[in-house]
């Protein structure tokens, strides 16, 4: 049995820290190095929701490890049963490549804001409130890490179904010409 200091203590592994665990078999990761068998598995979900993911997530799919790379970006991986179901991968606005995208941010050059490049969940688990979970889970660490801000684009009327209350910025009428409408959103931790 356990002793009270070790229970609460987050376990780690070389690919992982487990931040939270259900009884159920429910678990959310701070992903360090994506492995080749969750890397398998996130590309048939990814597969499967094909036509309804974002197009940041089709540059994903083409190069998953590059995004799950610790320290550089923050990827949070949810596992039901030791299956990853679900992801969010954040990076720190002053890291990403497009900064002509970003220099505009008033947050711009603090170190507080994290951009959220993308936040997918296999369909099959999309009606049982594991994305809040994760996303609970992954804001309170961010939150915990000294980071006061998220934002990121998602398709119109997302970003406030995955997290209340967010302030949408601006819209793009043709985001990165997919013909759909996306909506840049700001949401204070």
């Known amino acids: 049995m356990e ?3 070790t229970l609460f203590r987050p376990k780690t592994n070389k690919y992982a820290e487990i931040l939270a665990k259900s009884e159920d078999n429910f678990q959310i990761e701070l992903v360090k190095e994506l492995n080749v068998d969750d890397e398998n598995k996130i590309n048939i979900f990814l597969s499967d929701n094909r036509d309804k993911i974002s197009p940041n ?3 994903v799919i083409k190069s998953l490890k590059k995004y799950f790379l610790y320290p550089k970006t923050l990827s949070f991986l949810a ?3 030791k ?3 679900a992801f969010i991968i954040g990076i720190e606005i002053e890291k990403l490549d497009d900064k002509n995208l970003f220099q505009k ?4 050059g603090k ?5 959220i490049f993308s936040h997918e969940i296999n369909l099959k688990y999309s009606q049982r409130k594991y994305e809040n979970i994760l996303n609970k889970i992954a804001l ?3 939150s915990k890490k000294g980071y006061e801000y998220i934002c990121g684009y998602e398709k119109k009327g997302r970003a406030e179904q995955i997290f209340p209350g967010c302030v949408i910025i601006k819209r793009v009428e043709n985001w990165k010409d997919s013909g759909k409408i996306y909506e840049y959103f700001k949401f204070s931790l």
Do not use: F, S
């Open 3 to 5: 002793n009270i200091e």
């Open 105 to 108: 941010e008033v947050n711009w």
């Open 57 to 59: 997530t089709l540059l």
């Open 140 to 142: 309170n660490w961010l």
């Open 111 to 115: 170190g507080n804001t994290i951009y």
């Open 83 to 85: 299956e990853p179901i």
């Open 79 to 81: 596992r039901l049963n």
